[in-house]
Every structure is written in C-alpha cells, then in structure tokens.
C-alpha cells in the first residue's frame, strides 16, 4: 500500500541555519505530494504542495521537489526562524479515494 | 464557511459513554474526510466521505464508531460505549479535489475519556 516516511525527530537547529527534512514515499500511480506544518496549539496547516514529477511548491521560504527517481520530497528551507518550531508532516494523496496518507511528522525546535 | 469548523473544541466524556464530534465543511467542497490525531502517533485517516456517501470506511478502528454526512455539508462521528484509548484529536478536513487543491483541515475536537 501507499506510505509516507520521515525522518526521526526533534530536529533542533539555531536561527539561520540550513533545514533540510527528509521524506519518500511509497505510492501506486503518480500520488500528489503535499507538506503540512502544525505549529503548537493549532491545527494542520498546508504548507506547500506538488502534483507532478519536477514540480517544486514553495512557501514562506520552504521549498520541496517531487522527485520520482528517487520516490522523494524533501522539505528545505534557507535560513530558518523560531517562529518556524512546529511539527513538520509529509503526505501523498493516492490516486483511488484520494485520502491523505501521512508521515508521522517530524519535529522541528530553532533557537535563537 | 470560510474554514472548516469542528464542535466541540474539546470534550471530557466517562468510559463507556456515547460521543457526537460534528464536522462543517467549506462551502462547496463535495469531499470531507476524518483523521485522528493520538499523542505521540501520527495521524490515522477514519473515514472518508464524497458528498453523502462513504465510500472508504477503512480506518474505522471498530464497528462502535461510526460517520455520517447529510446534505452534503455537515458530517458527524459518533464513537458508542467510548473507552480510555479513543482518547485522542480528531480531525476533519474538506476538499474540492485533494489531488489538486490539497485538503483544509479543521481545529479538531480533542476528546479525553475518563
């Protein structure tokens, strides 16, 4: 079946610095893939999303490919901020009901 | 609506009670799916409704939950006889077409059985 995996969190990173979050999936067809963020106390947020191999979403300065030679999504983004802490999820959508398949999401601390 | 609205926001509810989480979609949006969102796990996908049918209930973790939208719009998640591990958020998202658009979730209803 379809899945999602991210990498292992917390990551704790200080402001400035460089974010990469990895993700791949496994998925049938040619699934949309999607990064959501929850940011503490609050719901899931999209953040920036892809609907085809190549295609790059970008948004508030993360960005992620669709990679399909390596099933991958990587989230990335220059120069993080502390506003930016939350929990970070990597989602397909398959191509049949087009439910949401989720990462168990990656945590992300900045300090200052 | 502007968003997805979810009541209540949070509910305390006695072992063995019966629960009602309620589900507004936006406006429109013929697709509305359910999640639940339990500490330290990732989120499970429920249910998954197109206008007023069901046609995915595969993650309904057993037969004492159940879902059920009416007039395309509101949906409702009724969980029987509740029990100490239904503890746990759960969310409701809305969608035009996911594929393309992607999915708009609400606050989530955060349930704790005592």
């Known amino acids: 079946g379809n899945s999602v995996t991210q990498m292992e969190g917390p990551v704790t990173l200080s402001e400035e610095a460089f974010l990469t979050i990895n993700c791949t999936y496994t998925a049938t067809g040619y699934p949309s893939l999607f990064w959501y963020v929850q940011y503490p106390g609050e719901g899931l947020q999209l953040l920036l999303k892809?609907?085809?191999?190549?295609d790059k979403g970008s948004n508030k300065g993360f960005e992620a490919t669709y990679r399909k030679e390596t099933t991958s999504f990587h989230l990335e983004k220059g120069s993080v901020q502390v506003s930016d802490s939350a929990v970070y999820f990597c989602?397909?959508?398959?191509?049949?009901?087009?439910?949401?398949?989720f990462g168990t999401g990656t945590r992300l601390l900045v300090s200052p | 609506g502007a968003g997805v609205s979810q009541s209540p926001s949070n509910k305390v509810t006695e072992k063995g009670k019966d629960v009602e989480l309620r589900c507004d979609p936006i406006s429109g949006h013929t697709a509305l799916y359910w999640y639940r969102q339990s500490l330290g796990q990732g989120l499970e996908f429920l249910i998954y409704f197109q206008g007023n049918s069901a046609p995915d209930k595969s993650g309904l973790p057993s037969d004492r939950f159940s879902a059920e939208r009416t007039g395309g719009s509101v949906s409702t998640l009724t969980i029987q006889r509740t029990q100490q591990e239904d503890s746990a958020v759960y969310l409701c998202?809305?969608?035009?077409?996911?594929?393309?658009?992607?999915?708009?979730f609400g606050s989530g209803t955060r349930l704790t059985v005592v």
């Open positions: 998202a809305s969608s035009l077409d996911g594929r393309a658009y992607g999915y708009t």
């Open positions: 892809a609907t085809k191999a190549d």
């Open positions: 989602a397909l959508s398959d191509t049949g009901f087009q439910k949401l398949v």
